[in-house]
C-alpha cells in the first residue's frame, strides 16, 4: 500500500490558512496528492501574549492534529509566523517543514531549526524585523529571501504587481522544496 503524503497548515496570529501564501501551497500539496490539515488556533491571543506560551500552545495544538494523522510518511509541517513555534514539534520528531516569515527572534524556534534533522525551508522579506537573513542562511535548512518585502511578504512602496512576483518566487520556491527534498519525485 502507498504511503500516504499529508501536510499540516499552521496559520499566523492574523494571517488565515486562506491567505495566498498558505492557500498556495495547499493547492501545491493538493496536486501532489497530499492530503491537508489546516489548523485554526483555538485562543491566539493567550498563544502570542509571550514566547512560553506561545511555544507550548502551538506545539500542544499542532500535536494533537499530528498525533491524529501520523503513519509511516511523516507529514509536512507549513507554518506562517506564529505556526512557526511548532519548529520545535519538528525537530522533536524529525518532521520536514516550511516556514513562512519564522519567528527568528525566539530562542526556541532557532535552537528547534538548529536541532532540525529534516529538511526546512525558511522564506522571510529582507524588511521584516522578524528576520535576520545571516541567522536563516547559517541554519542548516534551505533560504528564500524576498528582497524589501515586509512580515507579510508584500513590498511596501512598490506597484502591487511587484508584490504578485514576489509570491510567483516564494510558490516556485516551495515547490521545487517540496520536489526536491520532502517528495522527490522518480522515474
Not at 1 to 9: K, N, S, W
Not at 81 to 110: D, N, R
Not at 121 to 139: E, V, Y
Not at 160 to 171: Q, T
Request: charged residues 20%; negative net charge; contains cysteine.
Amino acid at each position: 500500500m502507498p504511503r500516504r503524503r499529508q501536510a499540516l497548515l499552521l496559520p499566523g496570529r492574523n494571517y488565515s490558512v486562506q491567505g495566498p501564501l498558505l492557500m498556495y501551497t495547499h493547492v501545491a500539496l493538493q496536486s501532489r496528492g497530499a492530503h491537508t490539515y489546516p489548523i485554526v488556533w483555538k485562543d491566539v491571543d493567550r498563544l502570542a501574549s509571550d514566547e512560553q506560551s506561545m511555544v507550548e500552545g502551538v506545539c500542544e495544538q499542532t500535536e494533537a492534529v499530528l498525533d491524529r494523522v501520523h503513519n509511516d510518511d511523516p507529514p509536512l509541517l507549513v507554518g506562517k509566523s506564529l505556526g512557526s513555534a511548532a519548529a520545535v514539534l519538528a525537530a522533536h520528531h524529525g518532521l520536514p517543514a516550511i516556514w513562512f516569515t519564522p519567528l527568528l527572534q525566539h530562542y526556541p524556534i532557532v535552537q528547534a531549526l538548529r536541532r532540525a534533522t529534516a529538511p526546512f525551508l525558511l522564506i522571510g522579506g529582507s524588511a521584516d524585523p522578524a528576520w535576520t537573513k545571516k541567522l536563516a542562511t547559517d541554519l542548516p535548512g534551505e533560504v528564500c529571501e524576498i528582497r524589501g518585502a515586509d512580515h507579510g511578504l508584500f513590498i511596501p512602496g512598490r506597484p502591487l504587481v511587484d508584490s504578485a512576483h514576489a509570491l510567483a518566487d516564494v510558490i516556485e520556491a516551495v515547490e521545487a522544496f517540496i520536489d526536491t527534498a520532502v517528495w522527490p519525485r522518480t522515474g
